[in-house]
Structures are given as C-alpha cells and as structure tokens.
C-alpha cells in the first residue's frame, strides 16, 4: 500500500463547487480506506485488550498478569477468530510504560511457546521449545524507550511499542492431559509494575463490531498511534491523515466537520471492512497457505487480511496455517456434502521430531469451533484412536452427518465452512512453501 499524494481537503467553493466537492470526497475516501486497511490490525488489538482486562467484566485480568486458560477453547469461545483446539493459551496484556516486565518459565518438556506481538500486530519475540529451549529462563521485557536491567542471568527483549500482546501456547496431548497441561501453564509467572485498571463504567467495545463504528474508527485509531507510535517508515500515511485530522490526540468524529469529509470517512470504514472480507477470497480449488505471517513489515494488507481472519497468528518457523475452503473441484466447502482427505504414505506435513505436531481444525463461516455431537473440534496426529492404514496412508471423514465410524471424523456444519491444518514447528518443503496438500474430495 503506497501512500497517495491527498493532502488537506480544501477547494474554491466559488468555482464549480459541486465537481470540487465530489473531488474532495474522493480523495478523503481513498485516503480513508488506506487508513482503515492499515489501523484495522492496530484497533482489534486495542479492542480485544480493553475487553480482556475490562474490569467490568467478571472474568477480566489486569494488565501485566496471566490470564490461563484451563481448558482447550470450543464452540462457545468466540474472544477471538481462528482458535486453536491444541494448546491452552496464557494471555497477557503488558503496559510497559511504567517500567520493564518480567515472564518467568520453569524447564518444560513439550511444545511451549511464548509470541510477543507489538500494537499493529507483528510478531516480534519468541520464547519457547523452539527458540530458547526446554530449559526455562527468566525474560525481561523493556519498552522502546525502557532502561535494560544490569544483570546477566536474564534475557532482555525491547519491545517496538509499550503495549505488547503476549500470547502462551502449551501443548495438551489428549483430554487425559489436560490436568498435567494446565499445571504447567500455571507455573509460568509474569511480574513488573501494577499497571493502572481502567476507570471506564460502561463495557468495553466488542473486537467484532469494528465496521459498524463508522467514524468511532478513527477516534479510536488516532488513540492507538498516541500511545504506540508505529514505525517510521509508516510516516507519509500518518502525516496525510495529520493533515485531515486524524492523529495523535485527535478525536476526528468531533473535531472534523466537514460534512463532505465527514461522509467519506465513514462510508470508507464500510467500503473497506466489506473490501476485506473478500479479499483473497476467490474461488480456487485446493488448500492455501503462507509464509509471511504474523511479521508483515510493508505489507499492511496482508496484516489486514489475518487479523480479520486469524488474529495472532504465528510466524511460519512456529507454525503454518494450510487452509482450503473449496473441494478438489473448485466448489465450496459445505455440510451438505461428505469430503474425503487422504493423505498418501510419507504425504503427512513434514515437522519438527521432537515438538511438531499438526491438527485440522473445523470452522464456521465466522471462523468459530463448531458446535457436533462428539466434541472434536479437530482431529490430528495426537487424536485418540485415530486409524492409519496397513500402508501408512490416512483417511479423514468430514461431513455434518457421521458417515459409519467416527474414529477418523472431523464433524462439519450444516453449512459453509473452512478447515486449517495447523503444523507446528514445520520443516522441508513445507517451511520453503513447496508443500501440497492433497484435496477435499467429495465422495
């Protein structure tokens, strides 16, 4: 996304002020729609934050602690889009403002990571199996402008911005694991200043009601660019938005009264939301993945395009997200039909021997669990019972109807739907990009 060259919406009212103004408002439209692709990541973040720590909600946690989870997220979770249905997640929301935080993790032997993402959404730090061992340690998280603690027994991670998304994943091997998974999770420890709890009275926004915000929007953005300033290279968007009226400490629904500016803003927060929801949506037979997630760098599309769709993502040398919504013919994925998935033998995704492992996981359209009749939300190489063949090949069921055992059956809903084969820790041609899924087949 390159910036434009609109600058502050001014015309001469007295020379055909009619084509002056529809020029104007095309301009600001533009403008307005390169500025939602590229805050809409930023302000879900901000969102799913206030609503996580928002102390009027029951089961809200205060920045800079832990929230663990103490069960595998189902149907009835819908905080964020894209679930994982293998790991217990730890979520922390950290304010480094007022000084450094401390992560603490004992020696875990399974598939642990810890992903520190910045305020847009990019995937900064790892800790975990892969990227700092079974051993455990002790991490220091400082803020951009932070003063890095003078010990040597300690890890230190500066941060991009002082607000930092921390999200734990621990691996459950089965449901007679979980007891043992969550004590684990349990044991990881954050410590650092007692971040102030929000005054607020009145609920926190939902993260899924964005486009229905119209010029709330950039309100709400100019808000996020005060408190985490982006990158540099993010200034030529930031100072034509400057221009019209948004930025830091800016509160563009009230301060903009132009009502030519005024209507294109807000018909561009739609026009885009809507945009988005098509992208990179068309009709291909197959599965579909990349390896540029959770790291965007200019790419602000893309960024866009997963936090609509998969919101905290991991980069692809934690995890690849194969992901296919359309049979080997090119139709789309529905309850109504019975599709089979076999893979060949030595065909399974190539992973990592010690930690990799891989699931398919069942989606609905809002890219939620699927409620069914067995509880299995995914099935993969940790499934209980699952049956290989004599010659090593696998067969997976999926349909909405069980089609004789449900041993290898993934439950699909009645209608539209999408599945993701979750490899963690990949390698060989799947981590090069070259690796190829075999197809849905109806049968």
Same mark, same amino acid.
């Given at each position: 996304?390159?910036?434009?060259?609109?600058?502050?919406?001014?015309?001469?009212?007295?020379?055909?002020?009619? *084509?002056? /103004? @529809?020029?104007?408002?095309?301009?600001?439209? &533009?403008?307005?729609?390169? /500025?939602?692709? !590229?805050?809409? +990541?930023?302000?879900?973040?901000?969102?799913?934050? =206030?609503?996580?720590?928002?102390? *009027?909600?029951?089961?809200?946690?205060?920045?800079?602690?832990?929230?663990?989870?103490?069960?595998?997220?189902?149907?009835?979770?819908?905080?964020?889009?894209?679930?994982?249905?293998?790991?217990?997640?730890?979520?922390?929301?950290?304010?480094?403002?007022?000084?450094?935080?401390?992560?603490?993790?004992?020696?875990?032997?399974?598939?642990?990571?810890?992903?520190?993402?910045?305020?847009?959404?990019? *995937? !900064?730090?790892?800790? #975990?199996?892969?990227?700092?061992?079974?051993?455990?340690?002790?991490?220091?998280?400082?803020?951009?402008?932070?003063?890095? +603690?003078?010990?040597?027994?300690?890890?230190?991670?500066?941060?991009?911005?002082?607000?930092?998304?921390?999200?734990?994943?621990?691996?459950?091997?089965?449901?007679?694991?979980?007891?043992?998974?969550? &004590?684990?999770?349990?044991?990881?420890?954050?410590?650092?200043?007692?971040?102030?709890?929000?005054?607020?009275?009145?609920?926190?926004?939902?993260?899924?009601?964005?486009?229905?915000?119209?010029? #709330?929007?950039? =309100?709400?953005?100019?808000?996020?660019? /005060?408190?985490?300033?982006?990158? @540099? &290279?993010?200034?030529?968007?930031?100072?034509?938005?400057?221009?019209?009226?948004?930025?830091?400490?800016?509160?563009?629904?009230?301060?903009?009264?132009?009502?030519?500016?005024?209507?294109?803003?807000? @018909?561009? $927060?739609?026009?885009?939301?809507? !945009?988005?929801?098509?992208?990179?949506?068309?009709?291909?037979?197959?599965?579909?993945?990349?390896?540029?997630?959770?790291?965007?760098?200019?790419?602000?599309?893309?960024?866009?395009?997963?936090?609509?769709?998969?919101?905290?993502?991991?980069?692809?040398? &934690?995890?690849?997200?194969?992901?296919?919504?359309?049979?080997?013919?090119?139709?789309?994925?529905?309850?109504?039909?019975?599709?089979?998935?076999?893979?060949?033998?030595?065909?399974?995704?190539?992973?990592?021997?010690?930690?990799?492992?891989?699931?398919?996981?069942?989606?609905?359209?809002?890219?939620?669990? $699927?409620?069914? +009749?067995?509880?299995?939300?995914?099935?993969?190489?940790?499934?209980?019972?699952?049956?290989?063949?004599?010659? #090593?090949?696998?067969?997976?069921?999926?349909?909405?109807?069980?089609?004789?055992?449900?041993?290898? !059956?993934?439950?699909? +809903?009645?209608?539209?739907?999408?599945?993701?084969?979750?490899?963690?820790?990949?390698?060989? @041609?799947?981590?090069?990009?070259?690796?190829?899924?075999?197809?849905?087949?109806?049968?």
């Amino acid at each position: 996304m390159v910036p434009s060259s609109t600058t502050k919406p001014h015309f001469d009212r007295s020379r055909d002020p009619i *084509t002056a /103004a @529809a020029a104007v408002g095309a301009g600001v439209f &533009e403008l307005g729609m390169r /500025a939602y692709l !590229w805050g809409y +990541p930023a302000v879900i973040t901000a969102r799913t934050r =206030d609503y996580a720590t928002d102390p *009027t909600r029951e089961d809200s946690y205060r920045p800079n602690t832990f929230s663990h989870s103490s069960k595998l997220f189902d149907h009835r979770e819908h905080i964020i889009v894209k679930p994982n249905n293998d790991t217990l997640y730890s979520w922390a929301w950290l304010n480094l403002v007022d000084g450094p935080v401390t992560l603490t993790v004992p020696p875990v032997s399974r598939y642990h990571s810890f992903q520190f993402m910045d305020a847009y959404t990019n *995937t !900064w730090a790892y800790v #975990g199996s892969r990227s700092t061992g079974s051993d455990g340690g002790t991490y220091v998280l400082i803020g951009p402008g932070g003063e890095a +603690p003078a010990s040597a027994d300690v890890q230190v991670f500066r941060a991009p911005t002082d607000h930092v998304w921390l999200l734990g994943r621990t691996l459950v091997d089965g449901p007679e694991d979980l007891a043992s998974a969550i &004590e684990i999770s349990n044991s990881y420890t954050l410590s650092g200043p007692d971040s102030v709890t929000s005054t607020r009275h009145v609920p926190a926004l939902s993260p899924h009601t964005i486009p229905e915000s119209g010029l #709330g929007f950039f =309100d709400e953005l100019a808000a996020v660019v /005060a408190s985490d300033p982006p990158p @540099a &290279e993010d200034k030529p968007l930031l100072d034509e938005l400057a221009a019209l009226g948004v930025g830091p400490g800016c509160v563009p629904s009230e301060e903009i009264t132009d009502p030519v500016v005024r209507t294109a803003l807000r @018909a561009a $927060v739609g026009a885009a939301h809507g !945009w988005l929801e098509t992208y990179g949506g068309a009709k291909r037979s197959g599965w579909t993945y990349g390896t540029r997630l959770g790291a965007y760098g200019r790419n602000h599309l893309l960024r866009a395009a997963i936090a609509l769709r998969g919101l905290g993502a991991l980069t692809a040398d &934690e995890a690849i997200y194969p992901t296919s919504r359309f049979d080997a013919d090119g139709n789309r994925l529905t309850g109504e039909e019975t599709y089979l998935l076999r893979f060949r033998p030595n065909e399974l995704p190539p992973l990592r021997k010690d930690f990799g492992f891989w699931s398919i996981t069942m989606y609905d359209e809002r890219n939620f669990l $699927v409620d069914n +009749p067995i509880e299995r939300y995914s099935i993969g190489d940790r499934t209980s019972g699952i049956r290989y063949e004599e010659d #090593g090949s696998l067969e997976i069921v999926i349909s909405h109807v069980r089609q004789g055992s449900a041993v290898n !059956w993934l439950p699909a +809903p009645k209608g539209p739907f999408e599945v993701t084969l979750r490899c963690y820790l990949p390698t060989g @041609a799947l981590r090069s990009g070259e690796y190829v899924v075999p197809p849905l087949r109806r049968i």
